[in-house]
């Protein structure tokens, strides 16, 4: 996002908080940033906003825009910044901002019209220049984004410099909607998320299985063809283990609570321990136990341990689709794109300092092919670097530059625009993140390349180089899918669920006329099965245009229809689900040959 947008957008989310407080004057105001895709301004007040609400919050902020307020900067010491917040009786959360404000720091705010807020900037000079905007809803939103916290009311809208700009946005917004994989993946009865199960967990029914086991044997043939060797992990591992990746404590706050045994649990019951006085116990290591995984590169590793190895073996790729647990807040769940569970494409290469780059390469070799067969071909990458005043990284210095520099290089063979992003690093090892557009014109953030110094320092590996001594190897992690349920949700929108042949559950559905072919169908459909074409027979009484209503709907990509001319030849008349037209009749053969084919070649939809 330029700067200018990032005022404009920070500008109207001051407008909504003072649209707000016009007509809901005993709101309490928390924050109002600018994001990647518009802004937002967090409230607490009894009154429970409505889309009517929505509309009249709109037409008060047109009000002052049209006002044409001056947005003035100034200036309070931290006294006089407390003074002013209890002035405009916001101190529930204001106050609590202002904390935040390291001492020493200039503390700013901004006024216009009757609006004051504590804020750093930046602001448009006035409101005027505000003119294209547009509310889009609420939503519930916990105070700092804590559960614990109070749960705010969270008004969302959009803003850009031109009204062409929005009205293109706004597009992609109800194109977005139809697309919603959450909606789709019901209607094609893909996967199902059961409260009794827990939220953010997903169940795969058959058909959302057929699609990811689809995704598997795609991804496994790419490796296998680049010496990848499969492995499977368990579910669980000893908190020691992640205590010495690093992953316990420094991703702790992304993790399930530990699982203590059984006798270290009876033996802190029996001290009345508190449960702050419990979890210091576990963090300093006099409970033992384990934790649901939240990586799988520890497994990994300790699979790379257990034999020893020579430079004439290495690079070493191990894969495996594994599965692991992360705990994310309850508000930011979404379907299958934001989850507690889920299975990723994995992947860990153990090489040399001279292997190093051409290994970085393959994986970007890798990732570049799954894009290109799933149609997202615009794509940006994006360099996750360590700050070096933050202490959330472990490691040697210099091995980070090293590190940061090999994903440099590596970047720039892309032939794409990258950005560097300084702080947003894993704490172990820069990375490359992979952002690409899909077929609408949104940015997903799919396939990352991390390059690692420090777990095999941390683990002690090694390997006997040529002049026979032991020698530390680079550890490369990479998934290009991610994680399989997120890639899901996002081919579900990509495609529209249109998928391509290759990946739909359901590849061909026969559709019969009138009883007296049905046998013949049934044949068809056992050829097709024996030729490893997922189908099936719909021989109800339905009339055809209700058939072939009810498969386009179901997203089935290609329609054999039977009637007593195609029993009688042998033949069969083709349908197509994209181009909603009859192709012909074709001899049993050369339908099961065309399928086979578009199977093969992995051909995207018509419409792409």
């Known amino acids: 996002m330029n700067e200018e947008l990032l005022k404009i957008r920070h500008s109207a989310a001051h407008i909504l908080g003072a649209a707000v407080l016009r007509l809901f004057p005993e709101a309490k105001l928390d924050i109002g940033p600018a994001t990647e895709t518009g802004f937002y301004y967090d409230f607490d007040l009894d009154h429970k906003f409505t889309a009517e609400d929505l509309a009249k919050i709109e037409e008060q902020m047109k009000k002052i825009i049209s006002e044409n307020q001056k947005f003035e900067r ?17 101190q529930e959360f204001k106050l609590g901002r202002l904390a935040d404000i390291p001492d020493g720091e200039e503390i700013s705010f901004y006024r216009n019209g009757e609006f004051c807020d504590l804020c750093a900037g930046p ?20 105070h700092r984004g804590d559960e614990h916290n109070k749960q705010l009311q969270r008004i969302y809208g959009t803003a850009f410099a031109s009204k062409e700009e929005l009205q293109k946005y706004l597009e992609q917004m109800e194109q977005a909607k139809l697309r919603d ?42 490796l296998y063809k680049q010496g990848y060797q499969q492995v499977f992990t368990p579910h669980i591992g000893k908190l020691g283990l992640f205590r010495t990746s690093g992953h316990f404590p420094y991703y702790k706050e992304s993790q399930f609570v530990p699982i203590v045994e ?26 033992q136990g384990f934790l649901l995984k939240p990586m799988n590169c520890p497994f990994h590793v300790e699979i790379y341990k257990s034999d020893q190895h020579s430079y004439r073996e290495l690079p070493i790729r191990l894969a495996e689709f594994g599965s692991v647990y992360r705990w994310e807040q309850s508000g930011e769940l979404n379907g299958m794109t934001r989850v507690r569970g889920f299975t990723q494409d994995d992947a860990h290469i153990f090489c040399t300092p001279e292997q190093l780059d051409d ?58 625009p990258y950005t560097e992003e300084i702080g947003e690093a894993a704490f172990y090892g820069p990375k490359i993140d992979f952002v690409v557009k899909d077929v609408i014109g949104r940015e997903w953030q799919l396939g990352t390349v991390q390059v690692d110094y420090n777990l095999p320092e941390r683990f002690d590996l090694s390997y006997i180089g040529q002049d026979n001594k032991p020698h530390r190897p680079i550890m490369i992690h990479r998934a290009p899918f991610g994680s399989l349920e997120r890639f899901t949700g996002v081919l579900i929108e990509h495609f529209g669920g ?7 559950p359901e590849q061909v559905r026969i559709l019969t006329l009138n009883d007296e072919v049905v046998p013949y169908a049934d044949e068809v459909y056992k050829r097709l099965r024996s030729s490893g074409v997922r189908a099936s027979v719909d021989d109800t009484p339905e009339k055809l245009g209700a058939k072939i209503r009810k498969a386009e709907t179901e997203r089935v990509p290609h329609m054999f229809v039977i009637g007593k001319k195609e029993a009688q030849t042998g033949t069969l008349s083709v349908r197509s689900r994209i181009r909603k037209e009859f192709e012909g009749s074709r001899s049993v053969d050369e339908a099961i040959k065309l399928i086979a084919d578009d199977i093969a070649a992995r051909h995207l939809p018509d419409n792409f």
């Open 123 to 142: 602001h448009v000079d006035y409101t005027k220049r505000i003119k294209a905007f547009k509310l889009l809803n609420v939503a519930g939103a916990y």
């Open 359 to 416: 290994e970085i390469q393959g994986c970007l070799d890798l990732v570049k092919a799954v894009f290109a067969t799933i149609g997202m071909r615009e794509y940006r990458v994006r360099l996750s670097l360590r700050d070096p005043a933050s202490d959330k990284y472990v490691g040697d210095a210099s091995n980070w530059e090293k590190s940061e520099s090999a994903i440099r290089k590596a970047a720039k063979t892309l032939g794409v």
């Open 181 to 222: 994989h959450r909606k789709l993946g019901k209607e094609m009865n893909l996967f199902v998320i059961s409260d009794r199960v827990g939220q953010g967990l997903i169940l795969w029914k058959p058909k959302g299985a057929i699609v990811r086991q689809s995704l598997q044997d795609f991804i496994l043939e790419l």
């Open 74 to 90: 100034f200036t309070l010491s931290r006294e006089e910044a407390v003074k002013k917040i209890e002035e405009l009786g916001q």
């Open 498 to 504: 249109n998928f391509p042949t290759w990946l739909a």
């Open 262 to 287: 059984r006798e270290d649990m009876a033996r802190m019951a029996a001290e009345h321990l508190d449960v702050a006085e419990f979890e210091k116990k576990v963090e300093d290591g006099d409970v």
